[in-house]
């Protein structure tokens, strides 16, 4: 198994472009979240997904969206870019039990500056 | 107010050294309590989950305060791979969102 993988590693936008961060997992999960991390901070929930077609937000959604269309594809949309979107963005899954047990599956980021 | 806070250190720990981090947390409907490790410029990777009675792995051991409301983790013996970004992740819902501390930065030294 893959995991889960995230495309491009690394991208540098101007003010006002738009992107796609691209996430898929080959693991049938059916939760999978984006976060963001900026510069010496903890991750912050934008949005996630308890299955295909269901989507909600996160803590700070604002200025991005998402969509779920199957199990494996989580795509992060930047319609507007502003710079406090540079950030590491990381992508994850899980398949909740309800227990303590519980363990989500990170990518290995996507590094976005805007400029 | 935060979910989720830690002290960001640095701690700075030679080899052989015990170690230990707290991590409090706000809510007390909060469900289930994890540990992740961050390396430099990577992704998180689980460490540890934290239950109620407590819980070790190896060198690693977590416990849980629900009547204070934190959650600690101590290192034995510590070892230079050890050193990382330790985060403390509370989980709140039943819809499995995770609120993340900003991590307790160690650096075992020689």
């Known amino acids: 198994n893959a995991g889960v993988t995230q495309t491009p590693k690394f991208r540098i936008l101007k003010i006002g472009q738009s992107m796609t961060l691209q996430c898929t997992q080959d693991?049938?999960?059916?939760?999978m979240y984006w976060y963001r991390q900026d510069p010496g901070m903890g991750l912050k929930l934008i949005y996630y997904?308890?299955?295909?077609?269901?989507?909600d937000k996160g803590e700070v959604p604002n200025g991005y969206n998402v969509s779920r269309s199957t199990t494996e594809d989580f795509p992060l949309r930047l319609e507007l870019a502003a710079p406090s979107q540079t950030s590491v963005y990381f992508c994850?899954?899980?398949?909740?039990?309800?227990?303590?047990?519980?363990?989500?599956?990170f990518g290995p980021g996507t590094r976005l500056t805007v400029l | 107010r935060k979910e989720v806070e830690q002290d960001p250190g640095p701690f700075n720990v030679p080899e052989g050294a015990t170690v230990a981090f707290n991590c409090t947390y706000s809510?007390?409907?909060?469900?289930?309590f994890f540990w992740y490790r961050q390396d430099c410029r990577k992704e998180p990777k689980l460490l540890m989950s934290?239950?109620?009675s407590g819980n070790e792995d190896g060198r690693f051991t977590a416990q849980l305060n629900r009547a204070s409301q934190y959650i600690s983790l101590l290192i034995r013996d510590s070892k230079l791979s050890d050193s990382a970004t330790y985060l403390c992740?509370?989980?709140?819902?039943?819809?499995?969102?995770?609120?993340f501390g900003s991590g307790t930065k160690l650096n075992v030294k020689p």
């Open positions: 934290v239950y109620s």
């Open positions: 997904s308890v299955g295909a077609g269901i989507t």
């Open positions: 693991m049938n999960h059916n939760y």
């Open positions: 992740v509370v989980n709140i819902d039943n819809f499995n969102k995770f609120y």
């Open positions: 994850a899954s899980s398949y909740p039990q309800g227990s303590s047990t519980d363990t989500q599956y």
């Open positions: 809510n007390s409907a909060s469900q289930s």
